[in-house]
């Protein structure tokens, strides 16, 4: 059986990252079997479309690289669906009413072994009720053009959301009444976001563009999403798009549902941050960087920040102060007590002397000066790190002395000694 899959969103909003979620496993498994990754966009409720999420859901799956292997749209196939309402109608396995072709429910029972549970899942059809299949305006309900679609494309496998279940006992009833084949279910268990609720926007869940805006790397986002319900084995976190094709399988999708934990999101994304090349996160910067800053100084920068970052955006919260004037607050309190920044007046005038501005020439002035002058060297350490970033928290001290040049930095403690 040649495997076929299909993502099948609706433009009806901008895809979270649970929906994208879905349309990875869908193309994992794929890519896995040798099969086909098909994109169907299912703009047949007309009332609900929203202008900018068909543009959204290219732009989605083109940035991630999960490119489809056919596309189809469903409002350019109303023709198609029509024709298998008048088949149904004709073998009385429907009726009109109301302007509107309703599917009758038969009697017996509906069931299906899920692929990603392994269970048998059954519905007494007597709970079911009859259901429109195509509206009065002449468009397919989901049910009708989901189920002629899916058979019409050759789909061997359905992989979606669990909150489908309730509807596929339909599905497969249309199935039956066409007497066709159906595919395989396979219902992945949903994400959850905070509190354990369904992930929503007001439980936290955001899309994939909203994620690349706020400075996440796309390795980062597929990483992290594919580890939302499966299990590779073993203790294995970091994969590439390569391993995961070769590892994926559905029987290896959990059960319970995953949480989206944005912490290890970010875990994620600072790795595959520290582990670009300085050019090749220098590249990836080049959306997020001031229109002002020297790019220059941005790539001698690069190293000493590069460790502190878990996105793309923490660039410029790090390296501010390389690029533009400081405000330094003369009350910084260091070990419960007030930072005394005239302390290091005379380090300026050292530290002018000095003929290069290598970093490790730059420390043994400043540590020379901390021995004759029997200070606190954290303390002074502190002082100057206040006294030309303005933060308590910065890159390494020395390295970024010698980076932020002579001038500059004499200019800072001369300033803030005088605070």
Same mark, same amino acid.
């Given at each position: +059986?040649?495997?076929?899959?299909?993502?099948?969103?609706?433009?009806?909003?901008?895809?979270?990252?649970?929906?994208?979620?879905?349309?990875?496993?869908?193309?994992?498994?794929?890519?896995?079997?040798?099969?086909?990754?098909?994109?169907?966009?299912?703009?047949?409720?007309?009332?609900?479309?929203?202008?900018?999420?068909?543009?959204?859901?290219?732009?989605?799956?083109?940035?991630?690289?999960?490119?489809?292997?056919?596309?189809?749209?469903?409002? *350019?196939?109303?023709?198609?669906?029509?024709?298998?309402?008048?088949?149904?109608?004709?073998?009385?396995?429907?009726?009109?009413?109301?302007?509107?072709?309703?599917?009758?429910?038969?009697?017996?029972?509906?069931?299906?072994?899920?692929?990603?549970?392994?269970? %048998?899942?059954?519905?007494?059809?007597?709970?079911?009720?009859?259901?429109?299949?195509?509206?009065?305006?002449?468009?397919?309900?989901?049910?009708?053009?989901?189920?002629?679609?899916?058979?019409? +494309?050759?789909?061997?496998?359905?992989?979606?959301?669990?909150?489908?279940?309730?509807?596929?006992?339909?599905?497969?009833?249309?199935?039956? !009444?066409?007497?066709?084949?159906?595919?395989?279910?396979?219902? =992945?268990?949903?994400?959850?976001?905070?509190?354990?609720?369904?992930?929503?926007?007001?439980?936290?869940? *955001?899309?994939?563009?909203?994620?690349?805006?706020?400075?996440?790397?796309?390795?980062?986002?597929?990483?992290? +999403?594919? =580890?939302?319900?499966?299990?590779?084995?073993?203790?294995?976190?970091?994969?590439?798009?390569?391993? +995961?094709?070769?590892?994926?399988?559905?029987?290896?999708?959990?059960? !319970?549902?995953?949480?989206?934990?944005?912490? %290890?999101?970010?875990?994620?994304?600072?790795?595959?941050?520290?582990?670009?090349?300085?050019?090749?996160?220098?590249?990836?910067?080049?959306?997020?960087?001031?229109?002002?800053?020297?790019?220059?100084?941005?790539?001698?920068?690069?190293?000493?920040?590069?460790?502190?970052?878990?996105?793309?955006?923490?660039?410029?919260?790090?390296?501010?102060?390389?690029?533009?004037?400081?405000?330094?607050?003369?009350?910084?309190?260091?070990?419960?007590?007030?930072?005394?920044?005239?302390?290091?007046?005379?380090?300026?005038? *050292?530290?002018?002397?000095?003929?290069?501005?290598?970093?490790? *020439?730059?420390?043994?002035?400043?540590?020379?000066?901390?021995?004759?002058?029997?200070?606190?060297?954290?303390?002074?350490?502190?002082?100057?790190?206040?006294?030309?970033?303005?933060?308590?928290?910065?890159?390494?001290?020395?390295?970024?002395?010698?980076?932020?040049?002579?001038?500059?930095?004499?200019?800072?403690?001369?300033?803030?000694?005088?605070?």
């Amino acid at each position: +059986m040649m495997i076929r899959v299909r993502i099948a969103p609706s433009p009806t909003g901008i895809p979270h990252i649970g929906n994208t979620r879905t349309a990875l496993f869908n193309f994992l498994f794929a890519r896995a079997k040798g099969g086909k990754f098909i994109l169907r966009i299912e703009d047949t409720d007309r009332k609900r479309l929203v202008s900018s999420s068909l543009s959204a859901i290219y732009e989605i799956l083109d940035w991630l690289g999960l490119k489809p292997d056919e596309k189809y749209i469903q409002s *350019e196939r109303l023709g198609i669906y029509k024709k298998h309402a008048r088949e149904l109608l004709a073998k009385k396995l429907a009726y009109e009413k109301e302007g509107a072709v309703w599917f009758k429910i038969t009697a017996g029972q509906t069931h299906w072994l899920d692929a990603v549970s392994n269970k %048998k899942i059954s519905f007494k059809n007597e709970n079911l009720q009859d259901f429109v299949i195509l509206k009065s305006d002449g468009f397919p309900t989901y049910h009708l053009a989901n189920v002629v679609d899916d058979y019409l +494309m050759a789909i061997s496998h359905v992989i979606r959301g669990d909150e489908w279940i309730s509807s596929t006992p339909k599905h497969i009833l249309l199935y039956r !009444a066409f007497r066709w084949r159906q595919p395989v279910f396979a219902h =992945l268990p949903v994400v959850l976001g905070r509190g354990r609720l369904k992930l929503s926007k007001r439980t936290g869940a *955001e899309s994939v563009l909203y994620y690349r805006n706020k400075g996440y790397l796309k390795e980062a986002l597929l990483n992290y +999403m594919v =580890l939302l319900g499966w299990n590779p084995g073993g203790n294995r976190e970091i994969m590439s798009m390569e391993e +995961m094709i070769k590892l994926f399988r559905l029987e290896d999708i959990n059960t !319970a549902p995953p949480i989206f934990d944005i912490d %290890k999101l970010n875990w994620f994304n600072g790795y595959y941050i520290r582990n670009l090349t300085d050019s090749e996160l220098f590249e990836r910067l080049k959306p997020f960087i001031n229109n002002h800053y020297d790019l220059n100084l941005v790539k001698k920068t690069i190293p000493l920040v590069k460790e502190r970052m878990k996105t793309l955006l923490d660039y410029e919260t790090n390296a501010d102060f390389f690029f533009k004037e400081i405000k330094v607050s003369p009350k910084v309190i260091f070990r419960g007590e007030l930072l005394n920044f005239e302390e290091i007046k005379p380090l300026a005038e *050292e530290l002018e002397k000095l003929e290069g501005w290598e970093s490790e *020439e730059i420390e043994r002035v400043v540590n020379a000066f901390i021995i004759k002058n029997k200070l606190d060297k954290q303390r002074v350490y502190m002082q100057i790190r206040v006294g030309i970033t303005g933060s308590t928290a910065t890159p390494p001290l020395f390295e970024t002395i010698e980076v932020l040049g002579k001038e500059k930095t004499i200019r800072r403690l001369k300033k803030t000694s005088n605070l």
